[in-house]
């Protein structure tokens, strides 16, 4: 069984940062893309950033230049930098990976969400 685990996420003051990580663990052949997606009360689930195997990045337009996503490949884990947080940040943010446990086998998978939240 192949599963994510988040941790990162706790309350911060608007202006301040947090950094998420997401790895990824069990019967492992490859993974493809990892990212994160969030969720905020009364909205729609949405992409937050994506990084594929090679390190290639795309973002929301709404988190340019205040979120850094990365991955390192040989701890199965995704990171997401968020700096200069602001209250539209708060949200539920969940991992996503790509992920293939044999050559023929391959599933989308979610971590469990872990939340953030931006408040004085």
């Not at 090679?54 to 490949?73: C, H, L, P, Q």
């Not at 209250?87 to 023929?104: G, H, L, M």
Request: charged share 15%; with cysteine; glycine share 10%.
């Amino acid at each position: 069984q192949v599963q994510l685990v988040e941790s990162g996420g706790g309350l911060v003051q608007p202006g301040g940062s947090l950094r998420l990580s997401c790895s990824a663990s069990g019967s492992i052949f490859r993974i493809g893309r990892m990212g994160w997606y969030r969720h905020a009360p009364g909205k729609e689930r949405e992409l937050v950033a994506t990084v594929s195997s090679g390190a290639w990045s795309n973002y929301a337009e709404s988190v340019k230049g205040r979120f850094t996503i990365s991955r390192d490949n040989a701890k199965n884990t995704v990171y997401l930098q968020m700096d200069s947080l602001n209250p539209e940040d708060t949200a539920v943010y969940f991992c996503y990976a790509y992920i293939a446990t044999n050559i023929a086998t391959t599933q989308d998978l979610w971590g469990q969400g872990t939340q953030v939240t931006v408040s004085s």
